[in-house]
């Protein structure tokens, strides 16, 4: 199961409230990513859960593609945002925290953990295969990104 499927919308009972409709607990499901790129009802939300919703919408739903917001696109970025934070230092109770404060969402840091095992893992992947193909410049930029993913 992708990482993106382990991040959850903060305090979903509250806007389903507020929006008088079902959103389900995932920020990544069909139904939640209808609501953010439509916008539909995001008016009835309170001012502190707009502006993050808003933004959220801002970093990762903006894309020129016609499948827009179903073109994977939101997803990579989300795993792109999720790596810089651990660029920045960030252990995976930190980048919960920091998501949650940047845009209501949440995941288990467990999970967090686990995806920075399972990139760190494929960036070793990456630089086997180079070593073995050749690709000196493939392989030390993979190590190099396994080495600041490991802190």
């Known amino acids: 199961m992708a990482i993106t499927d382990k991040i959850y919308l903060k305090n979903h009972r509250q806007i389903a409230s507020q929006l008088d409709r079902s959103v389900p607990k995932s920020i990544f499901s ?46 990579r970025k989300f795993v ?9 230092g960030l252990g995976p109770e930190a980048t919960v925290d920091v998501m949650t404060d940047d845009y209501m969402v949440y995941a288990y840091p ?24 050749g690709a000196d410049g493939v392989e030390r930029r993979a190590r190099k990104l396994r080495r600041t993913l490991e802190g």
């Open 80 to 88: 792109r945002y999720l790596l810089e934070l651990r660029e920045q």
């Open 30 to 75: 069909g139904a939640t990513l209808d609501l953010l790129f439509q916008g539909e009802g995001i008016e009835k939300l309170d001012e502190a859960t707009r502006e993050r919703v808003l933004d959220f919408a801002a970093d990762f739903l903006d894309c020129d593609c016609r499948n827009n917001p179903y073109c994977g696109h939101p997803e």
């Open 110 to 133: 467990g999970d967090v953990l686990s995806f920075l095992d399972d990139s760190v893992r494929t960036l070793e992947s990456v630089e086997r295969l180079a070593d073995v193909d």
